[in-house]
């Protein structure tokens, strides 16, 4: 049974960094397309970055240059690097996981996913 548990949210002042983590158990971790989404209160899931099971990484635009995404599949873990941090980037932030090769432009797609973790909150104020 694939299993998600996300850590490392938290509180933090604009202009600051959180680094989150996802471990993935239950599954081959290294074959499996590995994404970050976030979900902000009254707002729609939305695709944060992927990394898919060869490295290659799809990134939005709202984030691109300051959340980085990598994976270390000896330790089944996915993490995503989040700097300069802006209010907006407040959600909740969830790992997901297929296993599958997805396109670049379905990397980002909630549907193409069918395994979620919890979530892990973000908050971002000053």
């Known amino acids: 049974q694939v299993q998600l548990v996300e850590s490392g949210g938290g509180s933090v002042q604009p202009g600051g960094s959180l680094r989150l983590s996802c471990a993935g158990s239950?599954?081959?971790?290294?074959?499996?397309?590995m994404g970050w989404f976030r979900q902000a209160p009254g707002k729609e899931r939305e695709g944060v970055a992927a990394?898919?099971?060869?490295?290659?990484?799809s990134v939005a635009d709202s984030v691109k240059g300051r959340f980085t995404i990598s994976r270390d599949n000896a330790k089944n873990t996915l993490y995503l690097q989040m700097n300069s941090l802006k209010p907006e980037d407040t959600a909740m932030y969830y790992c997901?996981?297929?296993?599958?090769?997805?396109?670049?432009?379905?990397?980002?797609?909630?549907?193409?996913?069918?395994?979620w973790g919890q979530g892990t909150q973000v908050t971002v104020s000053s």
């Open positions: 990394v898919d099971v060869d490295g290659r990484t």
């Open positions: 239950g599954y081959t971790y290294s074959n499996y397309c």
């Open positions: 997901a996981a297929e296993g599958r090769r997805l396109s670049w432009w379905s990397r980002l797609l909630r549907s193409q996913y069918n395994y």
